[in-house]
């Protein structure tokens, strides 16, 4: 029945090719299935996207619509109050109102009346503060040396220039020693070490035209540090003092009072000096 040569039976070619084909067909089938499945997947994730979607655009349409009801709301708000504003009487409109029909003032009007004549006397004194604060602080700087001696011409205080590079020691300059510890040319400000009375003062961060204020004993005005020119390793600038010192004023202030006595007494010779006080005794 079989071949003695060959060792097995030999199939036909025709089995061989419709199992391989079943064995294919069953692979395309399950492929098929599996890409049905993913393509089911796909447009369900799909759907629940577009659904997320829609739900996004909705709420992002009420939060406009309640963003433009604020904004209408401000409006109208913002509309009243300035109609409120126009329509609230004037200093002299109240004046007016505050007299009856007989001519006499009503009390609690008047007094309004001279709160705020009070308030605008305080904002207009404060106004001129500022502006004279300003104008002070706007002339009393001098930002190089043309316009220091402008200010030295006017008299008022006494001015000493220094030209200082980072050293260890100090330099003295009127009543202020002065050693440089650092100067950051990029940003323009200096660290300083000051020596006032023989105190070590240190002031870090001064920037560029910045006055550096502080009071000795014998100041009746602040001394005033100002730097006008930083570079590498190196500062310009100015200490400015008061003219006068205490001491130098209280004895003025004395010669003046006793000029003042003398001369009353030549004007009137026969003025007589006051008696001599008398010592009492003690009783027993």
Do not use: C
Request: glycine share 4%; no cysteine.
């Amino acid at each position: 029945m079989f071949d003695q040569d060959e060792p097995y039976p030999v199939f036909s070619k025709g089995i061989f090719v419709w199992v391989t084909a079943g064995v294919l067909g069953l692979v395309l089938v399950g492929y098929a299935v599996h890409e049905h499945h993913v393509s089911q997947n796909l447009n369900a994730q799909n759907s629940q996207l577009q659904a997320s979607l829609k739900a996004q655009d909705s709420q992002l349409n009420q939060l406009t619509a309640a963003v433009n009801q604020l904004t209408a709301q401000q409006q109208q708000e913002q509309a009243q109050q300035a109609a409120a504003a126009a329509a609230k009487p004037s200093p002299v409109i109240v004046h007016h109102i505050a007299v009856h029909h007989n001519g006499v003032p009503d009390s609690r009007y008047k007094k309004l009346q001279s709160q705020l004549d009070a308030q605008g006397k305080e904002i207009e004194d404060t106004r001129n503060d500022l502006a004279s604060t300003r104008t002070e602080l706007s002339s009393g700087i001098a930002k190089n040396h043309d316009e220091l001696v402008v200010l030295e011409r006017k008299g008022e205080r006494n001015y000493f220039e220094f030209d200082l590079y980072k050293s260890k020691q100090f330099s003295q300059h009127g009543e202020v020693g002065i050693r440089l510890r650092k100067a950051n040319d990029k940003h323009q400000y200096a660290d300083l070490d000051l020596m006032v009375d023989d105190r070590n003062l240190t002031q870090k961060h001064v920037n560029l035209y910045q006055p550096v204020q502080f009071y000795t004993p014998d100041s009746p005005q602040p001394v005033e540090l100002v730097i006008n020119n930083v570079s590498k390793n190196h500062i310009h600038g100015y200490v400015s003092t008061s003219k006068y010192s205490k001491s130098e004023l209280a004895a003025m202030s004395n010669a003046n009072s006793q000029s003042t006595t003398a001369d009353a007494d030549n004007n009137n010779p026969d003025a007589q000096s006051p008696p001599a006080r008398q010592k009492l005794t003690v009783p027993q």
